[in-house]
């Protein structure tokens, strides 16, 4: 069996993971900024996972350069990149999976069928592997932070999750290893996503409460983006991401929205009163 963090552990270090599919971006590297702060040793591991891509998505395309992702990591710290083979990973007869119910199955998981038992399972196995002390996720995949705190819960897994802020491009864009699909005009439209949720943050930050009036409003700056179609927009306690009607001061509100802008998928989100 595969084991990196075990001996380190074992001598007392306080061990991180940060899971990642690789093509490493500033979002990434402040993920590794935060374990190296935390964590006297870091894995990053760089696994484009195919248990988490639908048949229809772009597993194959998904940018890989190990090289560069190596020696950005180690630039920034990092003492290990784990980067198994999927058969490694995954060999033929492989059958066992981490199902997380209902949460799973609302926002991403409704448009992405089976999307997030692959990510379970990949983290599942990733945290057997390592044995993290801490393990780094972004807020960026808020519901995929919110499920591995879950799994972590369920099953009494020893290892503390680390969610970490949204990084952003310079005009507001989240940044994504997917961005790199964008042509120059998707590339400009994409920003439609920050000012919708702006829109929606300014309208809270004014006193409105009642989520249809704000997904609304967002819609609408969303609507005014010809590249731009809205796969969904919702607002939802970040516990169990059930619909909220209202917000109230006591209940984080997480605000995320998936939106194509031509054939690239975009995800992005706030949480408003509070954090996850
Ligand atoms: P990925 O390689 O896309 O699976 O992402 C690996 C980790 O990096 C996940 O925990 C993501 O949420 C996180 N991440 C990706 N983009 C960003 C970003 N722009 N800001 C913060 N974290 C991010």
């Known amino acids: 069996m595969i084991s990196i963090g075990r001996e380190l552990r074992a001598e007392g270090h306080r061990v ?12 990434h590297l402040s993920l590794v900024d935060r374990a190296v702060s935390i964590c006297d040793r870091v894995v990053v591991s760089v696994f484009v996972n195919p248990l988490q891509f639908g048949p229809a998505e772009d597993y194959e395309r998904y940018p890989r350069d190990l090289a560069r992702d190596a020696e950005l990591a180690f630039t920034r710290g990092v003492d290990i990149i784990f980067a198994p083979a999927a058969e490694e990973m995954f060999p033929p007869d492989f059958g066992t999976y981490v199902k997380i119910d209902r949460i799973a199955d609302q926002l991403e998981g409704a448009s992405r069928p089976g999307h997030f038992v692959g990510v379970a399972t990949v983290v599942a196995k990733l945290f057997n592997i390592v044995h993290p002390n801490f393990a780094f996720f972004g807020r960026k995949d808020a519901q995929q932070s919110i499920l591995i705190k879950r799994m972590v819960r369920d099953l009494s897994m020893d290892v503390e999750v680390v969610v970490c802020p949204v990084v952003r491009e310079s005009d507001g864009l989240a940044i ?26 300014t309208l809270y930050n004014a006193g409105e409460r009642d989520s249809a009036r704000l997904i ?40 995320s ?4 802008i031509g054939e690239t998928r975009l995800i992005d989100n706030i949480v408003l009163s509070g954090d996850l």
């Open 16 to 27: 991180g993971l940060v899971p990642t599919m690789g093509a490493l971006h500033e979002g």
């Open 176 to 201: 994504s290893s997917r961005n790199q699909y964008l042509g120059s005009d998707e590339r400009l439209a994409a920003v439609v996503l920050r000012r919708a949720l702006e829109r929606c943050r």
């Open 216 to 255: 609304n409003a967002m819609k609408s700056v969303l609507g005014t983006e010809p590249l731009a179609r809205v796969d969904y927009v919702a607002i939802t306690d970040t516990l169990n991401l059930r619909a909220l009607d209202f917000i109230s001061a006591d209940t984080p509100a997480l605000v």
């Open 257 to 260: 929205m998936a939106v194509g």
